[in-house]
């Protein structure tokens, strides 16, 4: 596996700044080697770094660009916001020391400021540490949302 440090900083903030931009990860997981530091610190660090510290955003449209949008977007049907009758996925986090600490040289650092999180109903992260909890499932797109699309907020 490969890792490259080839993103410029401004164009970063363009796109995140855009309020069609979706957040993301691309990274891989894996149980040997050195993954992308993105794969524990890409939400983290649009939390703390561009939201908190740059201000390039509000925290509410940091968690929408996280959350219903791209739900929305993938047709991800009963995803994406916290309402009756949809998946029980939450984060619970502190907005104020939320960071992430993956680094090239170190990148499997989990964050800080995360409290829990909660997957399918289940907790794979309780006061800040991973427990044995396996909530997550392969998601398809919902048949009956595909149409749908996504306009300018």
Partial sequence: MAVFFMMDEADVRRVLAHSLCMVGSDGIPSRTGKPHPRLYGTFPRVLGKYVREERLFSLEEGVRQMTSLP????????????????????????????????????????????????????????HGKQTTARAGRLLRRSAANRSQRIERE
């Avoid at 047709?75 to 986090?93: I, T």
């Avoid at 650092?109 to 399918?120: A, H, L, R, S, T």
Wanted: no cysteine; charged share 30%; aromatic share 8%.
């Fill in 71 to 126: 739900a929305r977007r993938m047709n991800l049907a009963g995803r994406g916001e916290l309402r009756e009758g949809f998946a029980a996925d939450v984060v619970v986090f502190d907005p104020k020391t939320i960071a992430d600490r993956a680094t090239y040289e170190e990148p499997r650092q989990f964050p800080i400021g995360i409290e829990y999180v909660i997957v399918n109903g289940e907790v794979p992260v309780e």
